[in-house]
């Protein structure tokens, strides 16, 4: 008997099971049932890459719809709310509005809006009526900043008209951070923030251990241990992890994992994690931040003081500021406490260990 691999380490792929995130759920679930105004609604997903912000995305889009809503999920790149609009459109089998303007009462005629925040707020009002209406943005470091003040804007209002309507965007810290802070949409800083951290080793120990029983398979002694080591706490490493272990397995024709396809396993995922994650994170990365990077990776593991950096680098410490800053707003760098950094995604230390001279 065939048993179908259980985890799905694709990009924006559902998992088979959202580890660490059912209070997130429930809030938001009690948010769609308790009508407009509760908070839940309005929510800004942030953490670094890996972590499952998409995969909470459409969670959220999931519970939406089981709730009778329509729900729009788009990434942030240029022309989203022209695809949200295109969406709305679709779903209601028209592909435009009219409008008929008047002064003093007058009739002017049928106007048609061809583009406009008019047609979009309309057709995203006109969706909240019929059942409810969730947008999901993904991605908020590559949104135009014009088109999420139109989307903003007109999310702000529905909400004032008291709409039957839920938001969640996600991204990187900063770029959340900086969506909020632009001063033409401090409506946005009221949304409650989520911020995403990495996974409790018991609860992605236990989540190995029961997925694959589910599935079909045994799972020998201290193999999930191991298993949840190398994820290091990140729902992406999880899948990737689980999947190419279970892999070994059945290539071996056996319904039980053992030690040596755990190993086999997370040697195939650390691989996958590297062409999948780091090298894409690290293709923007400037010659100079490259080279903080590297002596980041000299001046050894764990924290690094900023001081022992620039002095690696063989540099006064504040002319490192702007890159450290730059990565830290890049999510590949973190700062645990005043004036030490960490890689904020697992595996890049011993990434740049080995392709550092490249």
């Known amino acids: 008997m065939v048993r179908v691999n259980p985890f799905k380490p694709t990009a924006g792929m559902n998992p088979p099971e959202l580890i660490g995130r059912d209070e997130i759920l429930d809030d938001f679930t009690e948010a769609l049932e308790n009508g407009p105004g509760a908070p839940d609604r309005l929510l800004r997903v942030s953490g670094v890459r890996g972590v499952g912000k998409t995969m909470l995305l459409n969670a959220f889009g999931d519970i939406a719809r089981e709730h009778g ?22 779903n209601r089998e028209v592909s435009s509005l009219s409008v008929s303007p008047s002064i003093l009462d007058v009739s002017l005629g049928s106007v ?66 900086g969506v909020v802070v632009d001063e033409t949409l401090t409506f946005l800083q009221r949304a409650k923030h989520v911020e995403l951290k990495r996974l409790m080793d018991f609860e992605v120990g236990d989540s190995f251990e029961d997925t694959m029983v589910r599935a079909g398979k045994s799972v020998a002694t201290g193999v999930s241990d191991v298993l949840t ?19 070994s397995a059945s290539r071996r024709g056996s319904d039980a994992i053992e030690l040596r396809d755990a190993q086999k396993g997370i040697a195939t995922a650390r691989k996958s994690f ?17 080279e903080y990077l590297a002596a980041m990776v000299r001046c050894g593991s764990g924290p690094v003081a900023s001081g022992d950096i620039a002095r690696e680098m063989g540099v006064a410490p504040t002319s490192v500021s702007t890159y450290r800053r730059r990565l830290v707003d890049a999510a590949l760098i973190e700062a645990p406490s005043y004036g030490v950094v960490s890689f904020a995604i697992p595996y890049m230390r011993e990434y740049l260990l080995e392709h550092v001279r490249e």
């Open 274 to 290: 590297d062409n999948m994650v780091i090298e894409p994170a690290l293709r923007r990365v400037s010659g100079k931040q490259f």
């Open 229 to 247: 080591a190398a994820a290091a706490g990140y729902p992406f490493m999880v899948q990737l992890v689980g999947y190419y272990t279970w892999q």
């Open 112 to 177: 048609e809006i061809s583009k406009s925040a008019t047609q979009l707020g309309e057709a995203m009002y006109e969706a909240s009526r019929n059942g409810g209406l969730l947008i999901t943005l993904d991605e908020i470091q590559d949104a135009p900043l014009d088109e999420i003040r139109e989307l903003g804007n007109e999310i702000q209002l529905l909400v004032r008209q008291g709409a039957n309507v839920a938001f969640a965007f996600a991204g990187l810290p900063a770029s959340v951070d």
């Open 69 to 90: 809503f329509h729900v729009v999920d788009v990434a942030a790149n240029a022309g989203f709310c022209d695809r949200i609009l295109g969406a709305l459109s679709r």
